[in-house]
């Protein structure tokens, strides 16, 4: 049992739902164990406190190839991870740290050397019945322990082997073969419906960047908070916020509030498709069930919210309806196509991404990579991205250049173990050519880093932009004065 600050929650949030997601349970391999391995001392209350409840810190024992915590929560996906590091004792610091709130608890994940270890903080249902001081909190059950890593292990999708499917698509695809070292461990998450749809709505003509200002906006505005105290994930209490229900955006007044927010017309959006949500009979079960219809189907539901075109179609199909061979195609995907694969339509490099441009750019991926082509996709996507840096280093003077995929690939990669976020890469040149891997330069110091400042990136390279059928809204250069 812990202690956290009052704090009285904003009077536009809505209780959540009481009726939660059933979760996927499926055996992990034998690699991926869950251990107990400490206890959180409970401090004593301080006068009138809100109590939340703290779980042990649990581990994930699975390999770097199965799971890479830092590119998966942060290759545009999900966009309500928040990256944090502690300055140590010892003056350097720690490992990030990330928080979100999920399925109304706090998570809190931590990379190590044979996995990743968790903790999660929860409501007493004693703060929400009017308990005094001399009241005690419950303590986390070792049912619910159970019921947390069950969630964890179904929201990571640990099942699905990773690694023998990177040596699938590896043999496959020599543009693959050449990143896929440098990128190991980047799963698709399965999402909650309601968060993934109202984000990817948010994504139209968007940054990654831009989007995850507006889901940290929508759930401080909407959203339920959890206060912790200081403890072993932050030297000064901090409050989060849970994404906003279905019910909560259907209120009147949403939309005006979204655009003084920055939502712009995506804020009509919103309004609209949750009020349809909440309309329907039973809406959420229906948003749930298309889990279980097939992709043709899910797609074509999806297409009659308001905001939802192709594209974001895709991406909840892939993100959080799991449809495994799912392609979204923006025009970062449809770079990579262009570029990596000489991808060419009706004999030329196509400029625009048309429906049957769109159509034929997925199939090429469906082809390469098969039941779980989203997810080989979605590797190359994270392996372009400007805000996963300090992966690879072309040693200079060597010819790296962009040849035909038909060239055998030869790359030679040196690995030093160091506590940084990922592993120092050097790949080598060795008079063959091979696909060109990117070198990304960053715009973000240390200090800002490490603060948790997360810079805006306006690049394309990191986009979700123009899907089929909505032009991109492009800003006029300002006129020089003369």
Not at 110 to 127: A, I, K, N, Q, V
Not at 242 to 271: C, N, S
Not at 398 to 412: H, I, M, P, R
């Amino acid at each position: 049992m812990m202690t956290a600050l009052t704090r009285t929650t904003r009077k536009r949030a809505l209780p959540a739902h009481t009726k939660e997601t059933l979760v996927h349970q499926s055996s992990p391999p034998a690699a991926l164990t869950a251990t107990k391995i400490s206890s959180a001392a409970a401090p004593v209350p301080t006068s009138d406190p809100a109590y939340i409840r703290s779980s042990p810190w649990m581990t994930f024992q699975v390999p770097r190839s199965e799971l890479d915590l830092s590119t998966t929560l942060k290759c545009g996906q999900s966009f309500r991870w928040q990256r944090s590091h502690r300055e140590l004792s010892s003056g350097a610091f720690s490992q990030p740290l990330f928080s979100c709130i999920l399925n109304h608890k706090l998570w809190c994940l931590e990379e190590t050397e044979d996995g990743f270890r968790y903790r999660t903080y929860r409501s007493s249902p004693l703060s929400s019945a009017g308990s005094t001081p001399s009241q005690q909190a419950p303590e986390v059950t070792d049912q619910e322990i159970q019921e947390d890593k069950a969630f964890l292990h179904d929201y990571l999708q640990l099942h699905v082997p990773l690694t023998k499917l990177y040596e699938k698509w590896s043999a496959k695809d020599l543009n693959f073969k050449a990143k896929a070292p440098l990128f190991p461990g980047v799963r698709i998450l399965r999402q909650d419906p309601v968060e993934n749809l109202i984000c990817f709505i948010c994504s139209s003509n968007n940054n990654i960047g831009r989007i995850s200002q507006m889901a940290t906006k929508i759930s401080k505005e909407y959203g339920s908070p959890i206060t912790v105290p200081a403890d072993d994930i932050s030297d000064v209490p901090r409050t989060f916020y849970g994404f906003p229900t279905i019910e909560a955006l259907a209120q009147d007044g949403v939309e005006d509030t979204l655009r003084t927010l920055g939502f712009g017309y995506r804020a009509k959006y919103i309004a609209q498709t949750a009020k349809k949500i909440q309309a329907m009979d039973n809406g959420l079960e229906w948003l749930m069930s298309l889990r279980n219809m097939s992709y043709e189907d899910a797609h074509v539901a999806l297409l009659t919210l308001q905001g939802v075109g192709p594209k974001v179609a895709d991406c909840i199909c892939l993100m959080s309806l799991d449809k495994h061979n799912t392609i979204p195609v923006d025009t970062h995907v449809w770079q990579i196509a262009v570029r990596d694969y000489k991808f060419r339509f009706e004999g030329k490099a196509p400029k625009t991404i048309s429906p049957a441009i769109y159509k034929a750019v997925g199939k090429h991926f469906a082809d390469i990579f098969g039941d779980y082509a989203g997810w080989g996709h979605s590797v190359l996507f994270a392996a372009d991205l400007k805000t996963i840096e300090g992966r690879v280093k072309v040693e200079e003077g060597a010819d790296v250049k962009t040849e035909d995929l038909s060239v055998k690939v030869k790359v030679k990669t040196e690995i030093k173990e160091e506590k940084t976020d990922f592993p120092q890469i050097k790949v080598e040149a060795s008079g063959e050519t091979f696909p060109r891997l990117e070198r990304h330069s960053s715009t973000m110091s240390v200090n800002q880093e490490l603060a948790g400042i997360h810079l805006e990136d306006t690049s394309n390279t990191a986009s979700h932009e123009n899907e089929p059928g909505q032009g991109a809204r492009r800003r006029q250069p300002k006129r020089r004065r003369q």
